[in-house]
């Protein structure tokens, strides 16, 4: 039973546009989203997060957007650059399970010249 | 501040065998997660430790352990290893006080049973 679901294995964006990056989930218990961006042969690394009392959060070039009702979040980048190339996990948390992170299988973006 | 290092990176290991990694947090973080992560499955969790207990358990049978010193660090072992425990073992590490605070992640240990 897949709780937070990333449904696009891959996305292509031309350098410059915009990168949307979807993320739904089932359990409306969820009260913390997080994005995280992970290169090969690393680790993940924190992008940005969100509260669930929140609709968007904005971080530079990077804005995650909050639909509870729809429970579905996404990530925009804008404008792409190269070194954003990388796979965009999505991972969500509630305040009564000590905030474990379940986390979708991951979005690779390639983001082309 | 040094981040999170986990030995080996790589290891490959037999069928049956079992394996133990190690996770060093970064200083002054007392919770340390581990993760598996396999093709398209993304980040399956494992376990939690906070100030050497264990905090949170993921779906995994008995054959994956693990545990945390008083310094912090922390083990993950595997024992009697199958072909399908070929993964990358991600730890990760937080300050752990039920705050959210992100977790921050070492390069992996990437294990090959074979």
């Known amino acids: 039973d897949q709780q937070v679901k990333q449904n696009s294995p891959s996305l292509s964006v031309q350098e410059g546009r915009i990168s949307i990056l979807n993320c739904d989930y089932t359990?409306?218990?969820?009260?913390?989203f997080l994005w995280y961006k992970k290169y090969p042969a690393e680790g993940p690394t924190f992008l940005i997060s969100?509260?669930?009392i929140k609709d968007k959060n904005e971080d530079g070039r990077f804005t995650v957007f909050l639909n509870k009702s729809a429970k579905h979040l996404s990530l925009h980048i804008v404008p792409s650059q190269p070194g954003d190339s990388a796979v965009y996990f999505c991972a969500a948390s509630r305040m009564d399970s000590n905030y474990q992170l379940i986390w979708g299988a991951g979005t690779k973006l390639i983001i082309k010249p | 501040k040094a981040g999170v290092t986990q030995t080996p990176r790589y290891l490959i290991k037999t069928r049956g065998q079992q394996v133990t990694l190690s996770c060093s947090p970064i200083s002054g973080h007392r919770s340390v997660s581990w993760y598996q992560q396999t093709p398209g499955q993304g980040l399956q969790f494992l376990f939690e430790y906070f100030s050497e207990t264990q905090r949170n358990k993921g779906n995994f049978p008995g054959r994956f352990s693990g545990r945390q010193f008083s310094n912090s660090r922390s083990e993950m072992n595997v024992s009697t290893l199958e072909l399908g425990d070929s993964a990358l073992y991600l730890c990760?590490?937080?300050?752990?006080?039920?705050?959210?605070?992100?977790?921050?992640f070492g390069n992996g240990t990437r294990l090959t049973v074979t």
């Open positions: 359990n409306s218990m969820f009260d913390y």
């Open positions: 969100i509260s669930s």
């Open positions: 990760a590490s937080s300050l752990g006080s039920f705050d959210n605070s992100p977790l921050h």
